[in-house]
């Protein structure tokens, strides 16, 4: 019995053993367009990015520009713009129409041939009580920690270009209270900066912070037509 | 097989056949200890009729021919016979002794002579001698051990997660006694918290399960926990890497108690990969045995286990079970018996900042309690056999999960859950059971309400016997469970901890599943063989969203399950010489599930499995093995990958990296990972003792070695799949990661005995 047992035992675990390391992967048939733009509010000019990716095993270098693409931006209103090819960047088209804070937006038509739809509404209201005025004082050769306090409707989370908001060194938070933290120019120069404040809906936080998996709006496609709003504000480092 | 003398009974014998029947009643019990044996079948040699022993090792049999001969045999004892001559002279008490070699023997599901007890369709019994027959990692374990049913299935070899016939282990009711407990698990779910000696048989009821039963809509884990010896004193101490446990019995004809308990010493933590934090559980469990060994009037059980984790009050989990429960037979012997029994049960969750799916930390602090008053009739004629049943019960449900920190996570996906349930729970079932010739047939019914839920699920089950080897049954029935508990099925071998419970109501539709099962057994000589079929569809099966969905924001999903496949057994059973045994089991399986776009696969769903398990005994050594395959896992592929490109300003600033890299998934489980190739061995040594052999003192030594090629057990992913993510040829970030490399892992133990 013992010997019987075995060499059955033998012969199964060589046969399966070298079943090996397949892995089914169906592998789709064409390119995918790739839509990604964000709406911001109180603008009159929005750029699309437009790209077509290869599959993963398809011996394509990377992503294209697409040969043709026709994209229309219509909001509510019953306003309806085609994007126009930017000059001299293949991958890129602009739409000319007026961005409202809480309107909702709609990008749609096809890409070689491929339609593809998105919807967005624009984050409003973005009230920032701290940091209070337009320049914000910071000293050099320190790590500036900005108190915040904001919120917007229709916004989902908050960024400051440049500058960390998360509490762990994120650069995004769900937070309305906090502190933006800034790492100082390189030399002992007094200078200014921009400082920007994004408050942004849930289309576009999900695609941008997510990289495990990005969540697309754009149908027929994948992408994001994400909205936001933009606060300008000018940092003094001296 | 041992042929005892007569055992009993008055000195009258009637010798005639066609006499007006006589029903005789008895105990099956351990021999020098006084368990019970559930589960044992009696064949009555002349009569042509079989019973089953109850949860206290009652039977009552019904003679047609005297004197007639009872064959007694039970997963993991030595069969015996008894000769009956007379039913004038009281209960019989058989006392069984343990068989060394038992793993074939879990696969025999029917009697060969038609019985007037059904439930044995679609069920397996483990005693803990068979648990122990795996090769065990770090300790046996009476939830990995059910690897041994072809029914159950694992996400890894370190899982204790048992899933049944393609479906979560979520969907599946575990009871200690018989009285519902929830999450017997230690860290990381790779152990169950229930100790192996501490137990005396687990029971897999795959559904449709009895109508007695209900509460889960895959199948129903029974745990079943030693009794004393009478008129003597038994305790044993086992040590492995991963624990010291203990256990102690004795009693007399009147009442007898077991206490086991275990703690886990922190050698185990260095095996468990990934695992480096300050943890320790405790797990203890009693019984009483109350009323005479050949009928015990009542049972009392005790159960408790604590875990807790976390080196800080900031970031911790802490959790526990407590269970008391109660049995009491109301009626005298006769041909109808009531039980009644009482339990409750909580289970108690707390934590903060507690890792979880899509590597959100989470704050939770959860309750599970509930308090059960049943009343069970069963009454018996020679063709006919009725079971009623009544419970009432109260369920409460504090289930509350936020993120931990929400700034931290990425994905706004992860809900705030606060969900308080209090509510009363009915249950009712009547099922009829009648013998025509070689068919028996039941047919029953089952009630659950529970607020304003209700669930009323028919059962029908029935048993041919066909020639003298060969049983066919067939099952037919409906599950159902008036509340989910949802995990997430992906999350294994990573640490999940999050238990979302929701009630069915309005918004939350009752998960339902219909189930039709066939099976045919096959005994001849040394060799069994069970084959068997079957086939659900459900509906309103919970499922936390997958991490990979890209076009959704929901975080809980209901959809319709669909799952069939086929078991197949063969085992050999040596002989008292030459004490060995070896099984064989393939299983085919198909589990899918719709969640509104069509039918994909189901996360576990593996095709096809093989399993092998050897024992062999010569002296006071055992050796046995065990071999796992099985093809691949599903998995969503990575179909397009490529970087984020914001037109104009980006809200991440300076921050975006280069690699920034975008996966864009195909379909849901499109893909296949590679299969799985598992071998292990063990062996044990009496260093005092023989098995079977009258010595008091017992000291046994185990080692066993958990996948002895040492080769990746899963190898997972495109690219090369060493690191914890992978690349595509381009080299770009691809979400892949190997799911663990499994090392050989070494096990000693130590077990005494007194």
Redesign the interface.
């Known amino acids: 019995m013992d010997t019987r047992v075995g060499l059955v035992w033998a012969a199964i675990a060589l046969t399966i053993n070298g079943c090996g390391t397949l892995v089914d992967a169906p592998s789709p048939d064409r390119s995918l367009p790739v839509v990604e733009a964000v709406l911001i509010a109180r603008t009159t000019s929005s750029t699309v990015h437009v790209t077509m990716v290869p599959p993963l095993d398809d011996p394509a270098q990377g992503p294209r520009a697409p040969v043709t693409a026709r994209l229309f931006l219509s909001d509510e209103a019953g306003h309806r713009t085609e994007l126009e090819p930017v000059a001299d960047s293949a991958a890129y088209l602009r739409a000319t129409l007026e961005i409202r804070p809480g309107g909702r937006y709609r990008l749609d038509g096809a890409i070689e041939g491929i339609p593809i739809s998105a919807e967005t509404t624009v984050p409003a209201g973005f009230e920032i009580s701290l940091p209070a005025g337009d320049t914000i004082a910071a000293a050099l050769r320190q790590v500036a920690s900005i108190a915040f306090r904001w919120r917007a409707w229709g916004a989902t989370a908050f960024a400051a270009s440049p500058g960390v908001v998360g509490r762990h060194g994120g650069t995004h938070t769900r937070d309305t209270t906090g502190a933006i933290r800034i790492g100082p120019p390189e030399g002992d120069s007094p200078t200014s900066a921009p400082l920007l404040l994004w408050a942004m809906n849930a289309d576009l936080e999900q695609y941008l912070f997510d990289d495990t998996a990005p969540t697309s709006n754009v149908h027929g496609g994948f992408g994001v037509l994400g909205g936001a709003i933009i606060a300008r504000k000018t940092l003094l480092w001296r | 097989m041992t042929r005892s003398a007569l055992v009993a009974i008055g000195v009258a014998t009637l010798g005639v056949r066609g006499a007006p029947a006589q029903t005789i009643t008895g105990t099956v019990v351990a021999k020098g200890a006084s368990t019970p044996i559930a589960g044992a079948r009696i064949i009555a040699t002349h009569s042509r009729l079989a019973a089953f022993t109850n949860h206290a090792g009652r039977f009552d049999i019904t003679l047609t021919v005297l004197p007639d001969t009872l064959t007694i045999a039970a997963i993991g004892w030595v069969p015996d016979t008894v000769v009956v001559s007379d039913t004038t002279g009281g209960s019989l008490v058989i006392a069984l002794r343990s068989a060394p070699i038992i793993i074939s023997d879990l696969i025999v599901s029917g009697a060969r002579v038609p019985t007037l007890d059904l439930t044995n369709h679609g069920r397996w019994r483990m005693p803990i001698e068979a648990a122990r027959a795996v090769p065990p990692a770090v300790e046996t374990d009476v939830y990995r051990a059910l690897a041994l049913i072809p029914a159950v299935s694992f996400t890894s070899p370190l899982s204790a997660r048992p899933m049944v016939r393609g479906y979560d282990a979520q969907e599946v009711t575990t009871r200690i006694d018989g009285f519902e407990a929830l999450n017997l698990f230690h860290l990381g779910r790779a152990f169950a918290s229930f100790p192996a000696d501490a137990t005396d048989e687990i029971v897999v009821s795959t559904a449709p399960y009895a109508a007695a039963q209900a509460g889960s809509i895959a199948g129903i884990l029974d745990v079943a926990g030693r009794t004393g010896p009478i008129d003597r004193f038994q305790a044993g101490l086992g040590l492995s890497f991963g624990s010291l446990s203990g256990y102690a019995g004795g009693g007399n004809r009147q009442a007898r108690y077991f206490f086991a308990g275990r703690f886990l010493h922190l050698k185990a933590l260095g095996l468990i990969p990934g695992i480096d934090v300050p943890y320790h559980f405790e797990d203890i469990y009693g019984s009483v045995a109350i009323g005479p060994p050949e009928r015990p009037r009542g049972r009392i059980t005790a159960f408790a286990t604590q875990d807790r984790a976390g080196a800080n009050s900031t970031s911790f989990l802490n959790w526990g079970n407590v269970l008391l429960g109660g049995r009491w037979l109301a009626t005298k012997p006769g041909r109808t018996e009531v039980e009644l029994s009482v339990s409750g049960a909580s289970f108690r969750e707390d934590g903060d900042d507690v890792p979880s799916v899509?590597?959100v930390p989470a704050d939770l602090s959860n309750r599970f309690t509930r308090v059960t008053v049943t009343a069970d009739l069963a009454t018996a004629w020679p063709l006919t056999r009725v079971d009623a049943g009544l419970s009432l019960g109260w369920r409460d449900i504090v289930n509350r999960i936020a993120d931990a920190?929400?700034?931290?996570a990425?994905?706004?996906r992860f809900p705030t859950t606060s969900l308080r349930l209090a509510r009363p729970e009915l249950g009712a079932h009547a099922m009829v059971t009648r013998r025509a010739g070689r068919l028996t047939l039941a047919g029953g019914i089952r009630l659950d309400a529970a607020g304003t839920t209700t669930s009323l699920a028919p059962r029908l089950s029935g048993r041919l016997g066909i020639g003298r080897d060969m049983r066919v049954s067939a099952g037919l029935g409906r599950t159902s469970r008036l509340y989910h508990l949802v995990g997430d099925a992906r999350s294994e071998p990573d640490f999940d901890f999050l238990d979302f419970w929701l009630s069915a109501g309005p918004g939350i539709p009752t998960a339902v599943a219909d189930h039709a099962t066939l099976e045919l057994n096959l005994e001849r000589g040394s060799t069994v063989a069970r084959l068997g079929g079957y086939a659900s569809h459900g509906s309103a099966i919970g499922e936390l969203e997958p991490?990979?969905?890209?076009?959704t924001?929901r975080f809980f999903r209901f959809g319709e399950s669909r799952t069939r496949g086929l078991e197949a057994q063969l085992a050999?059973r040596?002989t008292r010489q030459?004490p060995?045994s070896?099984s064989?089991t393939y299983v085919y399986g198909k589990s899918e599930r719709n969640w509104g776009e069509g039918w994909v696969r189901w996360a576990q769903d593996r095709r096809h499995q093989?399993r092998?398990f050897?024992q062999?005994a010569r002296g006071r050594l055992t050796v046995f093995?065990a071999?796992d395959?099985a093809?691949?896992m599903p998995?969503t592929?990575?179909?397009?990958?490529?970087g984020?490109?914001?037109?104009?300003?980006?809200?991440?600033?300076?921050?975006v990296s280069l690699a920034d890299s975008?996966?864009?998934?195909?379909?849901e489980n499109?893909?296949?990972?590679?299969?799985t190739?598992r071998?292990d061995a063990g062996a044990t040594y009496r260093l005092v003792g023989r098995p079977g052999s009258a010595k008091r003192f017992h000291l046994v030594i185990g080692i066993s070695i958990i996948n002895v090629?040492a080769?990746p057990v899963a190898?997972?992913?495109?690219g090369e799949g060493a690191g914890r993510y992978a690349t595509?040829?381009?080299g770009r970030w691809?979400?892949y990661r190997r799911l663990f490399n499994l090392p050989t892992v070494p096990t000693l133990t130590l077990r005494a005995e007194l």
């Open positions: 899509h590597a920190d929400p700034d931290r990425s994905v706004p991490e990979h969905d890209q076009g924001a050999y040596g030459h060995a070896f064989l093989g092998a050897g062999l093995g071999m395959a093809t691949g998995l592929p990575v179909v397009y990958a490529f984020r490109g914001i037109p104009g300003a980006d809200p991440r600033g300076s921050t975008v996966p864009v998934y195909g379909p499109g893909a296949t990972t590679s299969g190739l071998v090629l080769g190898p997972f992913g495109l595509d040829r381009k691809l979400p």
